[in-house]
């Protein structure tokens, strides 16, 4: 998620802005005075269609994965430049996939089925390993799934206890802490060689300070609400995280805000924000970038690959309509 320049008044912007329930445009480039680019990734020209697209991820030899969660399904596609396709292995409401470099398998969360699985080609639909206990502990609903580069361990989360599990692959070396998040918690991000647990209900970032103890520091948002839930807008909730990653110099944060869950309030106000320490966190100094994302679609995972953020964003209420993944870059001033 290294310094760019910020005037919110002068930027340009090509996006028009609509209510959840318009057509979002197929999104051309935006250029900010941020020195931020973002443009629409995914689908682009492919002809396939997202249902809330929640993560992408990045496999070996430039591979792309898609989790499509309402569609059931990983899309991949093996260079930029092909053509996504459907990946045969069975899953229900997946979040996230990652691929683990150091026994060459990929790493799925099957939320609807409460279990993780691995295998090693999205090609067919075999199986290499799966459960539906870490530790001892039953899966439900697990979410987020990320990988150290540096170790090869593997940590997942169950998001409404707080259970954060950690393995080096399903069945070895299984561990689990319960991190004092204060409700649900959807991601997980490993930066700067630490791991991260992202509190939405409660807007709270989570380091794991030490494992095996465990200890933590707690980040909490601004938050002038002082109320808390799964979804919301800035005026009801607070933020209610969806990730935050650490790209070129500034954590990045999104938040799951929807016009369902606003009423009558600002849905797309904070939904997508950029701060620079922690401190700026908790004392709200941060930057809304909600104008870099369609007006009424949800910003939901983040990840960063070859010095570009992406962004999963999907039409809460209707599902397809605008749905897809944002690539932003830095540009040259």
């Known amino acids: 998620m290294r310094i760019f320049l910020f005037c919110l008044a002068i930027y340009s912007f090509c996006f028009v802005c609509l209510h959840a329930d318009d057509v979002a445009p197929k999104q051309t480039s935006t250029k900010s005075s941020l020195n931020l680019e973002v443009t629409e990734y995914l689908p682009g020209q492919d002809p396939v269609t997202f249902r809330w697209p929640t993560h992408v991820a990045f496999g070996p030899n430039n591979q792309e994965i898609v989790t499509d969660l309402k569609n059931n399904r990983l899309m991949f596609r093996d260079s930029s430049t092909g053509l996504l396709k459907p990946s045969p292995i069975a899953l229900r409401g997946p979040h996230s996939v990652v691929y683990n470099p150091k ?89 700067n060689g630490a ?108 990840t960063v690959n070859r010095g570009n953020l992406y962004l999963a964003i999907f039409n809460h209420s209707q599902p397809s309509i605008g749905d897809s993944i944002l690539q932003f870059t830095c540009s040259s001033k």
């Open 103 to 191: 026994d060459k398998l990929y790493y799925a969360n099957d939320t609807d089925n409460h279990r993780i699985i691995s295998f090693a080609n999205l090609s067919n639909q075999t199986i290499t390993a799966q459960t539906k206990e870490v530790a001892g502990i039953p899966l439900k609903r697990p979410h987020d799934t990320v990988v150290d580069p540096a170790t090869g361990w593997i940590y997942a989360i169950n998001p409404n206890s707080g259970h954060v599990f950690r393995f080096t692959s399903i069945g070895k070396d299984e561990s689990v802490i319960k991190v004092p998040v204060q409700g649900y918690a959807r991601a997980l991000t490993f930066a």
């Open 195 to 302: 791991l991260y647990v992202i509190g939405s209900a409660k807007g709270r970032i989570v380091e794991v300070v030490d494992w095996d103890t465990p200890a933590f520091k707690i980040h909490d948002s601004f938050d002038p609400t002082r109320r808390s839930g799964p979804a919301g807008s800035w005026a009801k909730t607070g933020l209610v995280l969806n990730d935050a990653e650490f790209f070129n110099g500034f954590w990045y944060a999104t938040s799951y805000f929807t016009k369902s869950y606003a009423g009558a309030t600002d849905y797309n106000k904070h939904k997508f924000i950029r701060f620079k320490t922690f401190e700026d966190f908790i004392s709200g100094k941060w930057v809304d970038l909600n104008y870099m994302v369609p007006s009424g679609m949800t910003p939901y995972y983040l």
